[in-house]
């Protein structure tokens, strides 16, 4: 059953009147009629004609939009404005997703929650726990052809891992507004919100825009190109033999950087800067005319990201022709790439991309 105070999972011992939540330390009842509430929820998971769950009170307090329709998105950007922090790109990021998937992918505007510094509304607001509350609404009733979509643009990092899951010994994580004060999220807790619930013929794209990104999500399978060109996928299971996967969906990361590189910010027009893998896939999911396998969008991310960083990186004066000679020989070696992982392996050569 759920956490009645902030929607954790609980596992609940045969017999109890009552459960505490190691999340949140709640004290939440069971219900007797908890055996039905557990086959009316698996019916609906597989959607099997029967209505989503209904929202629990967790959700319905935190304001955020009714749960209907196959198609929502969390989107999430932080400017941390006013501080040594302070980054151009996220809220420009927000924008343009926002506008990618409504007028590309068919999105409702009412299915879409964005939470970023610049909102009015306090639930609104990318503090720790409103973040962590709104991955619990966009995975929250799930069910079979359902597609999810969670954004995140703002700052990254790596804190010591503490539990023996990381092979480098280090967790990613990203910092909510309030990170100073109430810390930032690790990738245990996001594959534990994010990708554990998602159940079978779901599926769930993220795009994190942020350093140290590249395995987010903490997902089981890494994509990578051999030294001939040639892909590959790697195994990124867990040393401690934790279980990082789904509950039968398809969870696929689109990262800005390797867990080991730095992301970069302000891209684009000067007055409309963006952070670099956030322009990069809009730009090349929007105006890509027919619909791209996984290959052909990162390549087209790639090849974008390339050009981006060098006209950032090369202040060239020289004429046109020979100024793209000379950011062609430049050593840009270590320049972030974009990542790619997922909960189960597929040919990306192949598989066409569809939000």
């Not at 809220?91 to 990618?100: E, P, T, Y």
Request: hydrophobic share 35%; with cysteine.
């Amino acid at each position: 059953m759920e956490c009645g105070q902030c929607g954790a999972g609980l596992s609940v011992p045969r017999g109890a009147r009552s459960v505490q939540c190691a999340h949140c330390r709640g004290v939440t009842r069971v219900h007797r009629h908890g055996a039905v509430g557990f086959f009316m929820n698996a019916l609906a998971n597989m959607g099997g004609g029967v209505t989503r769950p209904v929202t629990p009170p967790w959700l319905r307090e935190a304001g955020y939009p009714r749960v209907h329709g196959d198609k929502r998105a969390l989107l999430v950007g932080i400017k941390y404005s006013g501080t040594e922090n302070e980054l151009s790109g996220p809220i420009n990021d927000v924008k343009g997703m926002s506008f990618l998937l409504t007028q590309k992918y068919g999105f409702p505007e009412e299915c879409i929650l964005t939470l970023s510094d610049e909102e009015q509304l306090p639930y609104r607001w990318p503090t720790k726990y409103n973040i962590l509350l709104a991955m619990r609404w966009l995975v929250h009733g799930c069910r079979s052809g359902d597609s999810l979509v969670f954004h995140f643009s703002g700052l990254g990092g790596q804190v010591e891992d503490e539990d023996g899951d990381e092979v480098d010994g280090q967790d990613q994580t990203i910092c909510p507004l309030d990170w100073e004060l109430n810390g930032e999220i690790r990738d245990d807790e996001i594959n534990d919100v994010l990708v554990r619930p998602l159940v079978r013929d779901v599926t769930l794209h993220a795009v994190i825009d942020a350093c140290h990104s590249g395995t987010m999500l903490d997902l089981p399978n890494v994509y990578k190109l051999k030294k001939n060109g040639q892909p590959e996928w790697k195994v990124h299971s867990p040393p401690n033999g934790a279980w990082k996967n789904t509950s039968g969906g398809m969870a696929i990361l689109i990262s800005g950087c390797a867990d080991t590189q730095m992301s970069t910010d302000g891209i684009g027009d000067e007055h409309l800067p963006m952070g670099l893998l956030t322009y990069s896939f809009v730009t090349a999911a929007f105006f890509a005319q027919r619909k791209p396998t996984y290959a052909q969008l990162l390549a087209t991310i790639k090849a974008i990201m390339l050009e981006r960083n060098a006209d950032s990186r090369v202040n060239c004066k020289l004429p046109a022709p020979m100024c793209s000679l000379v950011r062609k020989v430049v050593n840009f070696s270590g320049m972030q790439e974009p990542q790619l992982s997922s909960s189960e392996r597929f040919d990306i050569n192949r598989e066409h991309f569809q939000l």
